[in-house]
């Protein structure tokens, strides 16, 4: 695969073309051509474009969004091949994620997950309204090292702490930590609780980093 072909799948996700990035993948599954390279030297480069961009104030909320679905859809055209040779992302850990119970926002997640993905992790994404105990039964299928919550109303908070503690009380070994984030969610809340906190979804890339150390 030459340069050309690394650019165009770079840029489809910096730009958020969802079409685009989901042909481009398409053709490498069809093609048999490395499905690795194109994430890592393709549209993986084309998310951290978009992360840099939204740092520095270039993008916004609906171009963060549009770049992640752009990824999404190149990832999903690529599962087949990624399948085949054995790439999930299992070198890098197991990450479940979902919307604590009781809360149906998924947007936030949904980009998490995402991104987490885009980063070489392997990523078991629950959706919204998702009990305490589905988190630590799909961790416990998975041999996940991480689960990620999202809270975004202060009334569901407060399960972000029964998870904590229900994982606690599982006794997983090697340890499960928990991530949490969410719009009402804090640093001071998630240290208040024994989880480690993302502000947003391209800090929770190094945050789950930082967890499994």
């Known amino acids: 695969m030459d340069e050309v072909r690394y650019e165009a799948m770079r840029a489809a996700v910096r730009d958020g073309d969802a079409a685009a990035a989901a042909a481009l993948a398409a053709s490498v599954v069809a093609s048999g051509e490395d499905a690795v390279a194109a994430v890592e030297r393709g549209f993986a ?36 091949a990624l399948a085949r040779g054995g790439a999930a992302g299992a070198a890098r850990g197991r990450v479940v994620i979902g919307t604590v119970a009781g809360d149906l926002h998924d947007i936030g997640k949904s980009l998490v997950a995402t991104l987490l993905a885009a980063h070489g992790f392997e990523v078991f994404d629950l959706g919204s309204d998702v009990p305490v105990e589905a988190f630590v039964a799909k961790a416990r299928a998975t041999g996940a090292r ?15 702490r029964d998870l904590v503690r229900a994982i606690a009380a599982a006794g997983f070994e090697p ?13 001071a809340w998630a240290a208040e609780i024994g989880a480690g906190y993302a502000e947003n979804a391209l800090r929770a890339v190094a945050a789950a980093e930082a967890l499994l150390g």
Not at 51 to 58: A, H, K, M, N
Not at 61 to 80: H, R, S
């Open 146 to 160: 991480i689960v990620a919550a999202s809270a975004l109303l202060t009334t569901t908070m407060t399960v972000q």
């Open 45 to 80: 480069a084309g998310i951290r474009d978009v992360g840099v961009l939204w740092e520095q104030g270039e993008y916004f909320l609906p171009e963060l969004v549009q770049g992640a679905e752009a990824m999404k859809a190149a990832m999903a055209a690529l599962a087949p």
């Open 175 to 187: 340890p499960v930590r928990v991530l949490v984030g969410g719009a009402p969610t804090s640093e």
